[in-house]
């Protein structure tokens, strides 16, 4: 729940059933031939790795951040034990209360975690890459603790003593992750409100833009209006002279300085048209191809906020990744969105050189505060609980998403 992984090819399936497999029956073998006292002070070398590496192999996240995520899913097994050993204080240590106090409380833990963190880790695990070092720190001081006190033999811990010192290590390491998570909540705060005052004041330049040009196109209409009949003269002199060609010539050359003059609409969705009007005339400016085919409704599930951030990422993204190119004819952006069932099918191709490199299934750049607006794209699909993906192949590189 807290380590959002997947299994890309059926080899690296089969490959991790495997290796789990053999683990099983190493373990299974040691236990046997070494007994239950040697097996638990080995514990973390036959358990925790191997399961941190399985976890690893099939996870979108780099080592530090799987490693974080494992530590506290640890701390939160052997909280629950030493809850455990704590109620079963008071009836003398029973093993049976002790067992089943555990495995009750499996199951509202599993929904703790799912409720109330999951989010904010999946959130910072997308959308940060500094700290994490410091984040371990805490669950491994606490795991540490709990293995050499105890080396996992309930017979050391029973007794008056070793739950109080228990309980004090818990309560002390309870303290560090709310510390914790209100951090997580605080940086996602401020990353939201980030992208809020970067949405608005695209929203406010592009606003401009497409004011200017209603003006300009305005102006233009104001001339031809007053020029009509001039050209209606020359017209009808044409025809008076029989002369067909020049006439439809003329009307040609008059049919297309009026488009010039027209402020192209591109959906229904005011804002939305606002930010794409600013970035396709921003891209033609830059002799980039942009082919568009968008059918988004004024009102739907998504925010126009969450979609300006979502369309002007990509697309500024877009255009300053094709104006490199050297030639002109390679330039080419196409903008797709459909919508179907309350569904939104959103993608954003564009040609590129070179080559990509990603982290985390994420594209990375080495340029200083690059590769944001990627971060933010996927921060607004999380939030609806869609599905986005980037790829790069053959010259071509893509952002799908589904929300």
């Not at 371990?136 to 795991?143: A, F, G, H, K, R």
């Not at 951090?183 to 833009?209: C, D, P, V, Y």
């Not at 020359?234 to 488009?259: C, F, G, H, M, P």
């Not at 599930?301 to 500024?316: H, P, Q, R, Y």
């Amino acid at each position: 729940m807290l380590l959002d992984f997947e299994v890309k090819q059926k080899k690296q399936y089969y490959l991790l059933w495997m290796c789990l497999t053999i683990v099983v029956i190493v373990d299974a073998l040691i236990l046997y031939n070494f007994g239950y006292t040697n097996f638990m002070k080995l514990f973390p070398l036959l358990v925790y790795v191997p399961v941190f590496f399985s976890f690893l192999f099939v996870s979108k996240f780099n080592a530090i951040k799987v490693l974080f995520i494992f530590l506290t899913v640890t701390a939160i097994a052997l909280s629950i034990s030493l809850i455990g050993l704590i109620i079963s204080y008071f009836f003398g240590f029973d093993r049976i209360i002790l067992n089943v106090v555990c495995y009750v409380l499996y199951l509202p833990a599993g929904l703790i975690v799912y409720l109330y963190l999951r989010s904010s880790f999946l959130y910072m695990l997308r959308n940060t890459d500094k700290g994490w070092f410091g984040f371990c720190v805490i669950p491994l001081s606490y795991c540490a603790i709990l293995f050499f006190t105890s080396k996992y033999n309930l017979n050391t811990v029973i007794s008056e003593r070793a739950v109080v010192f228990a309980g004090l290590v818990f309560v002390l390491t309870l303290a560090a992750y709310i510390l914790i998570l209100r951090f997580f909540k605080q940086t996602r705060e401020q990353l939201t409100l980030q992208n809020e005052q970067n949405i608005s004041q695209m929203q406010l330049a592009a606003a401009k833009i497409h004011l200017e040009a209603l003006q300009e196109s305005q102006e233009k209409t104001i001339f031809y209006r007053h020029d009509m009949r001039h050209h209606l003269n020359l017209i009808r002199a044409y025809l008076k002279d029989n002369n067909l060609a020049a006439a439809q010539n003329y009307i040609s050359d008059v049919e297309e300085t009026i488009a010039d003059a027209a402020v192209e609409t591109y959906c229904s969705n005011y804002s939305i048209n606002l930010i794409l009007f600013s970035y396709i005339a921003k891209a033609r400016s830059e002799q980039i191809t942009v082919e568009t085919q968008i059918d988004l409704p004024e009102k739907n599930a998504v925010s126009d906020m969450d979609l300006c951030i979502i369309f002007s990422n990509a697309i500024e993204n877009a255009v300053n990744t094709c104006k490199f190119i050297p030639s002109a004819d390679d330039r080419t952006i196409k903008i797709v969105c459909k919508s179907k069932n309350d569904k939104l099918f959103i993608q954003i191709t564009n040609s590129y050189e070179g080559t990509v490199r990603f982290v985390d299934d994420m594209p990375v750049s080495t340029e200083e505060n690059h590769g944001l607006g990627t971060k933010s794209i996927a921060a607004v699909v999380q939030k609806y609980d869609g599905v986005c993906s980037f790829t790069a192949d053959e010259g071509f590189f893509k952002i799908s998403i589904i929300l």
